[in-house]
């Protein structure tokens, strides 16, 4: 929301330049004069675009966007607690109007953000309950993240469960068992795609996640999975991920079928949270997400901010394999099925989670042979089979990579 300000033309170098032409020869004048200005100029070399947060059950985010390469510098003050990051040779724009932004998300209060002496800004975040922080930079733009984490999780029996029963169980005392969240599209007052025979994608895929979570169950017994909903439900799209946040899930896997005007058009697809890169992935993210592709805008310059971290590289290693996987199991039974392939795109549901997170689209129900299969439980339990082996594949992958 900072507001982009002229800083670089509001300096004297032009007339520098001139100031030396004129002057060239006299060199004790040109340097008293040249380096004075010099001097300034360099104090405010860029602006602060932005600061700006974004909160989970696990993190609190704070981003400062800047219109340029800048070094920055640390500090931790006590009573109140509080971070303060110093950024030198840079200016907030002038008509810069947000001298405080409000968070209190129980690790952060406030950020407050002052042009600190001439040619430092400084931001100051006031800290709440918080264990942990870092801080590292991130390019085009370039942007100085934060970082703040709790060390202790809120357990996950704190809060009653909205569609699943696995809620209640007692978390163990020590580590927690690894968990899987799935979590089936849509539901209750929201049916998502309907296929031309009145076939509903929240119906067919709760029912895929439940043959999916039976698959996992009985081949990986220690782990937990747990459905964002195990019945007819609406839950909001940020519920769904705060379920995957509170559950401290190693992976999140969102399960949609898929519509198109086109009812040739069929074949399996996953995405993971990325840009939106054209036109369809727009499309696709606009009608999960439940918004016009016009309000992508937001979603997007927050991904700036996650783009390059490791989740994302995660994410789309996982669901290359899921996508691989699943077509490879289902063709085998069932002839050649359409690979549509992997794909990034800003869906609101895996923006708010932390760990590796996809969204497969089965098939579409708008396709009669994909409709007629979708409906049958044998082809459901296939689907069942062929994203457990990508996710296994994935979650082994995982672990050569921790070691
Ligand atoms: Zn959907």
């Known amino acids: 929301m900072g507001v982009k300000t002229p800083v670089h033309s509001a300096m004297p170098r032009p007339t520098i330049r001139r100031v030396v032409g004129v002057w060239l020869g006299l060199w004790g004048l040109c340097i008293s004069i040249c380096l004075f200005p010099a001097v300034v100029y360099s104090i405010t070399k860029h602006t602060i675009e932005d600061v700006r947060f974004h909160s989970t059950d696990a993190t609190t985010r704070v981003v400062i966007e800047v219109d340029g390469t800048v070094s920055h510098a640390v500090g931790r003050l006590p009573q109140p607690d509080r971070l303060y990051i110093d950024l030198p040779k840079t200016a907030l724009a002038s008509d810069w109007a947000r001298k405080q932004v409000e968070v209190g998300d129980g690790r952060l209060r406030a950020i407050r953000i002052a042009q600190y002496r001439n040619g430092v800004v400084r931001v100051v975040l006031d800290l709440q309950n918080w264990q942990e922080y870092r801080v590292f930079t991130l390019r085009q733009p370039y942007r100085i993240i934060i970082d703040l984490q709790d060390n202790h999780h809120t357990p996950s029996t704190a809060r009653p469960s909205p569609g699943s029963s696995d809620f209640a169980s007692p978390s163990p005392p020590s580590a927690a068992p690894p968990t899987i969240v799935i979590d089936p599209g849509h539901g209750g007052k929201d049916p998502g795609a309907i296929g031309p025979r009145g076939l509903h994608e929240k119906t067919v895929v709760l029912q895929v996640a439940k043959a999916l979570q039976q698959v996992i169950r009985k ?6 999975v747990i459905l964002t909903r195990d019945q007819d439900v609406y839950v909001p799209l940020v519920e769904r991920a705060h379920i995957a946040e509170r559950e401290r899930a190693q992976v999140f896997i969102s399960l949609h079928a898929n519509a198109s005007r086109k009812r040739d058009a069929r074949g399996i697809e996953t995405w993971y949270l990325s840009f939106a890169a054209n036109e369809r992935a727009q499309e696709t993210a606009a009608r999960e997400n439940n918004m016009s592709t016009s309000q992508l805008s937001d979603l997007e310059r927050i991904l700036l901010d996650l783009q390059e971290t490791d989740r994302i590289n995660q994410s789309a290693i996982l669901a290359g394999m899921t996508q691989n996987a699943l077509v490879d199991h289902l063709s085998e039974r069932y002839g050649a099925i359409p690979n549509r392939g992997v794909e990034g795109a800003p869906f609101v549901v895996l923006l708010h989670t932390s760990m590796p997170s996809i969204l497969v689209e089965v098939a ?17 339990q296939a689907l069942a089979q062929g994203i457990f082996q990508g996710v296994r594949q994935f979650l082994q992958h995982a672990m050569v990579k921790a070691e």
Do not use: A, I, T, W
């Open 364 to 380: 579409f129900v708008s396709n009669p042979l994909d409709g007629k299969r979708l409906r049958s439980g044998q082809y459901q």
């Open 219 to 224: 081949e990986l017994p220690h782990y937990r």
